[in-house]
């Protein structure tokens, strides 16, 4: 579907989905990343319904997602008037930041506006704030003339929604639920996420597709790692930091280059089908002489960007197929892969039948 921000098509649905945020509805809606499930930011009853739609619970915080008003000059965008009904003390460096990768997947957490609700970060005093590239999201925000809570479109601990059809499938239930659709998300994994909260260093929350380096190369500000000089229990509360998340159903697993056996080693009941991704540098299996096992090999991209862009959409798909194990080879070192890499081990914690019963987010 069309996201050229000038179709009449687009404004029509927005018209519709602006009215249905400001009556106290929820509106899915696409960005670059991944698709947010949304409602208005300074409406807590809505705020309420995003958390109980979702099964999250109500002290993990939201993302306040803003949009710069709708000027054909990008680099005049004023960021501080854009961050200013919600944060405070914004930094030489957050401004740095906001020129150099917003409209983008880039979010920032800073100290948080006195009228910022108390429901959007679940009692603490920072916010976490993130301008979407996605032009339907933009308009929408634009159009509400307020800021936006999207936490991905799924149920807690699940697999993020990446599709239109992603996020009917996970809200099937939910009958009603508004549905923006804005095809399928380009980046494919969640925001890279800065702490600038603590008036000091900027710290790395989340790896995402936006990589300290890209940072440094770009702005000249380094980036530190949670735990590099700063104690863990001073960190704000980040629930996609939990163990588990992003989980599909099957149990999923990571390989070493050429160990696709030992991997199965973990499953002494021995399964009989098994899907195991190869990358597309490679040629085939090496390794599929296993007599009781039935592997089936699925290409996933060597490069990092491609990954990042189709990893949900092949983790559901993947479940969707009634396979007894997944197996996806383990990515190689470099920052470029962190945010995949983050996102794969969660989901093998998080994976199996069982997953509902330690999720986060
Ligand atoms: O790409 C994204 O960021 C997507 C799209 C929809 O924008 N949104 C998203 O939202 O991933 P969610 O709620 O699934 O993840 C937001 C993360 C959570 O891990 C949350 O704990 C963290 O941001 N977060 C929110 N406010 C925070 C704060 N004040 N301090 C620290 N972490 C915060
Ligand atoms: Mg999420």
Redesign the pocket.
Known sequence: MSTDSTSPQLHAVTDEAVQTLRDGGLVA?P???????GADARNAQAIGKVFATKG?PSN????V?VAAPDIFDQASIDWVAVVAPWARDISEDAIKLMNAFWPG?L?L?FK?DRSVLSE???G?D???I?A?AHPM?QELIRKLKSGIV?????RFGKV?PTSAADVRSEFAGELGLMILDGGDCR?G???T?I?L?SGDHPVL??P?IITPKDIYAKTGITVHLPGQEVKANE???????LKAHYAPTTPLRLYSPGRVLDALSEFPDTKTRVAVAVWDSESALSEDGHPSVHFEEVVVPSDSTAFATRLYRTLRDLDEQGWDLILIPEPPSGQEWDGVRDRLQRACFGSGPSSSNHA??
């Open positions: 809606f960005t670059e990343t991944v698709y947010g499930l999250r993990h915080p939201l993302i997602h997947p979010t957490i948080k959007i970060t679940g603490q920072t916010v976490a993130r979407p999201a999207g936490p991905s479109a799924n993020s980046v994994i969640e925001s996420i702490d909260s929350l989340r995402g960190l704000p509360r980040v629930s996609g930091s986060s987010n």
